[in-house]
Nanobody
């Protein structure tokens, strides 16, 4: 498993941008799918975005498609989530997650991600 530490959360006005970072420990980062999930108050945790081991494929929830961009740098053991055109409904704790890449990986399922960060709060004021 890898250890994950998120950063970059904060308070932003609607329409603004934030960039979340997730730093991973370990020498096998490139063998992991990386994902971002979020949990709003009173709601279940939900999928936001994921990226395969090489960065060649990305996946997004419908609610963030076109506004958020996930990227990774395997040499730096880091994954980012660039969030633009933020809305009040994006307010949540955002979690970075990692899962071992395999052929039938379910990119939008928590069950395939075995390592999780502590989360970082994102608050969007309207």
């Amino acid at each position: 498993q890898v250890q994950l530490v998120e950063s970059g959360g904060g308070l932003v006005q609607a329409g603004g941008s934030l960039r979340l970072s997730c730093a991973a420990s370990g020498r096998t980062f490139s063998s992991y799918v990386m994902g971002w999930f979020r949990q709003a108050p009173g709601k279940e945790r939900e999928f936001v975005a994921a990226i395969n081991w090489s960065g060649s494929s990305t996946y997004y929830s419908d609610s963030v498609k076109g506004r958020f961009t996930i990227s990774r740098d395997n040499a730096r053991n880091t994954v980012w989530l660039q969030m633009n055109s933020l809305k009040s409904e994006d307010t949540a704790v955002y979690y970075c997650a990692a899962g071992r890449q395999y052929y039938s990986f379910n990119y939008d399922s928590e069950k395939d991600f075995g390592s999780w960060g502590q989360g970082t709060q994102v608050t969007v004021s309207s």
